[in-house]
């Protein structure tokens, strides 16, 4: 593609009031509003002072904002340019919004929380965020990731066992086979904290969203984590709440142990579909084997808090053996092992290794806030960034119910934030008003036109035929 004309004939003036470049808020932001997001915020936030006036609508603003893509408080200014003002009320300046988030204190991270809980309850009633098969249970994956941060004023901030400097977000997220992941529960945490510290707490809240929408079946849902979730905390509160577990176990010597009385016949050959890069020798793996045995999960805890579950361990060849001159008489395997209490009758040792190595969805989770508004923490202060994750988390399951509702059977309806945000959301768009009517005037063969009317005719319904 080529420009058509010459550089001296063409030039660029800011001078439209008419215009918008993110046409896309509109239904967004209805869609927001249908489920409850500012009668939820006003009713249940509680922030003091001047700045915490008018919650709801400050809610409503930073929301939006990060539909837009914005990843810090300046950034907000994305809602305060041409014709914005007509088309929504109350257009804050990025300073305000600023204000309200550093009024925030623990006990209204919490309430935002609550918030954002119940707002994903009214979102599945608006669209099936999580799909499943008869007899398929709905996933939910826990793991928690290292936001870098800069400078020294980040109350928090430290080095976590990535070697980052920043905060620890730990994230509760649900999927289906047929369903991409949504985000039942978030808590964000100093960068110095060890994975397991609150999880248990996490897991409660979330197996908890989980029941309270359409979405639970009779299907115990299954919760899936690596090796620094093995705790009977953890464990036993996903058990107390109806849950089954598949959680990576660390070899220790009850572990090996139990490896070791597996029979040679007892393992079955698995391959991979695509070749999996092995972490400790970077190798490329194309096939394993597995085999499971019966397992008693904190045996050394008293007889009422032990669990009894299945130990399904994959085994691959050693083809690196460290401190080895010569080829050894016999072969060598590294093991890698997960603890489940699922049914051997409903999930089989090869289905049940496959279904926990699915865990890693959870990482797209990470990398879509990551380029969206986890790309920075925005304050100084703790608790204002914790507010800011639970927006962003908001933020996320509107776009992917308004995917889902835009295009339910193409890939918007898996697709990722940005790809939402790109197809349905910044659209650009002149204002015209007649009659005390606004009409959004749209790029003409826009790609997505059909997507975007059928979001747009979602959450703009026809107006009420008049009666006599």
Known sequence: MQFKHAPAAVSAVFDDPNLVSTAGLVPML??????????LTRSRLSVPTDKGANAGAKVMALVA???????????????????????????????????????????????LDAVASRLFANLTSRAPLLQAQPGEPVMVDLDDTIIEVHGYQKQGAGFGYSGVRGLNALLATASTSTSAPVILAQRLRQ?????????????????????????????????????AFYGHATIGTAITAGADVSVTVRMDPAVKTAIATIPDDAWEMIEYTDAIRDETTGQWISKAEVAEVP?????????????????????????????????????????????????????????????????????????????????????????ANSAWLVLAVIAFNLTRTAGLIADRAGR??????????????????RLA???????????????WQNAFTRLFANTHPPPSPATS
Do not use: C
């Not at 115990?220 to 984590?225: F, I, K, N, T, W």
């Not at 918007?412 to 768009?429: C, D, E, Q, S």
């Open 65 to 111: 904002g990060m539909l837009a893509g914005a990843d810090s408080i300046d950034d907000m200014n994305l809602l305060r340019h041409g014709g914005m003002g007509r088309l929504f009320d109350r257009t804050y300046a990025p300073s305000t919004l600023g204000s309200f988030l550093r009024e925030f204190r623990f006990g209204h991270v919490r309430q």
């Open 412 to 429: 918007l309806a898996r697709a990722t934030t940005a790809t939402i945000r790109r197809t349905l959301i910044h659209v650009p768009a």
């Open 191 to 227: 960068g110095k904290t060890g994975s397991p510290k609150g999880a248990a707490r996490i897991v409660g809240d979330a197996l908890a969203v989980l029941r309270r929408t359409s979405a639970a079946t009779g299907v115990r849902p299954l919760l899936r984590a690596d090796s």
């Open 433 to 447: 008003r007649s009659a005390r009517r606004v009409t959004l005037h749209l790029p003409e063969t826009w790609p």
């Open 30 to 39: 209805r869609l927001a509003r249908s489920v409850g997001l500012d009668e």
């Open 295 to 383: 397992f008693t999960a904190f045996r050394s805890r008293k007889k009422a808090e032990r669990v009894e579950g299945r130990l399904v361990v994959r085994r691959i060849p050693d083809l690196n053996p460290r401190q080895v001159e010569q080829p050894t008489l016999f072969d060598t395997f590294r093991h890698h092992a997960f603890f489940t209490t699922t049914d051997k009758n409903a999930m089989g040792t090869v289905v049940a290794d496959k279904t926990h190595r699915g865990h890693a969805i959870i990482e797209q989770v990470h990398a879509d806030l990551k380029h969206g508004p986890l790309a920075h923490l925005p304050s100084g202060i703790f608790t």
